[in-house]
């Protein structure tokens, strides 16, 4: 699972960052005010949504009232990236083809 293993990275590479709550993003709508409620119960600094282009924004846009974050944020892939279960374009290449090969590895 992803989320979990994204969680382990972070924590041991930054070990002062706590990781407040994770969540698959495999959910339907019924379940989305109930992640929100958590959310908000958790009230962290930063939230990160990895939901997917546009579907990330389109969440934080509908519970951004409800959510007590100070950031919130879709990162696209960048979590699969952390994970290690994808590759990440090579460094010297310049970002537009990092996007291009990220929008290319990408299941719509």
């Not at 699969?80 to 090969?101: F, M, N, Q, S, W």
Request: hydrophobic residues 45%; aromatic residues 8%.
């Amino acid at each position: 699972m992803t989320s979990k293993k994204v969680a382990e990275v972070i924590s041991k590479t930054y070990p002062n960052i706590s990781i407040l709550g994770r969540q698959h993003g495999f959910f339907d709508q019924n379940n989305e005010v109930q992640i929100a409620d958590e959310i908000t119960t958790w009230s962290p600094d930063v939230l990160v949504v990895a939901l997917g282009a546009p579907k990330a924004e389109f969440w934080i846009h509908k519970f951004k009232n409800q959510l007590n974050v100070r950031i919130a944020i879709g990162v696209g892939g960048s979590l699969d990236i952390i994970a290690g279960t994808v590759k990440r374009a090579p460094v010297k290449e310049e970002v537009k083809c990092e996007l291009a090969l990220s929008i290319n590895k990408s299941t719509f």
